[in-house]
């Protein structure tokens, strides 16, 4: 099978293109809820929850990229996108085909990863 990409648009709504790092693994999420758009696939990161939504309209997706509408119904609730290119309003993502399992233990380290960066105040003068 050859690989799918697919446009992340709407960080700016979010956190801008500070979560999205080159390799990163992304979760998207079916939205059966969304007023706007019956077809909405959300993407997400652990501990900061939605980073964005797929394009699904003309003008939000990037020339030899799939719109969530074209890949609604191939696709599960949940599935990876791995980020491969980043632009000035989008973000390019290859779908990723892997072991499921293999995928959700890689996006956990992440997780874990992201939490252990994060810098500790170590000063407790603030509960003094």
């Not at 979560?19 to 993407?43: M, Q, W, Y």
């Not at 964005?52 to 997706?61: D, I």
């Not at 119904?73 to 980043?86: L, N, P, S, T």
């Not at 959700?104 to 874990?112: I, P, S």
Request: with cysteine; glycine share 8%.
């Amino acid at each position: 099978m050859s690989d799918k990409y697919v446009t992340v648009v709407g960080s700016k709504y979010y956190y801008g293109l500070e979560p999205f790092a080159l390799g990163r693994l992304l979760v998207c999420v079916k939205e059966h809820d969304n007023a706007i758009d019956t077809e909405a696939i959300s993407v997400k990161l652990p501990f900061i929850n939605k980073i964005g939504y797929l394009g699904n309209a003309p003008y939000t997706v990037a020339s030899g990229t799939y719109s969530a509408g074209r890949l609604y119904d191939h696709v599960g609730e949940a599935f990876y996108i791995r980020v491969c290119f980043i632009i000035a309003n989008a973000i390019i993502c290859r779908l990723e085909q892997g072991d499921k399992t293999v995928l959700r233990a890689e996006y956990e380290q992440q997780a874990v990863e992201a939490v252990q960066s994060q810098p500790v105040n170590a000063s407790l003068e603030q509960w003094d």
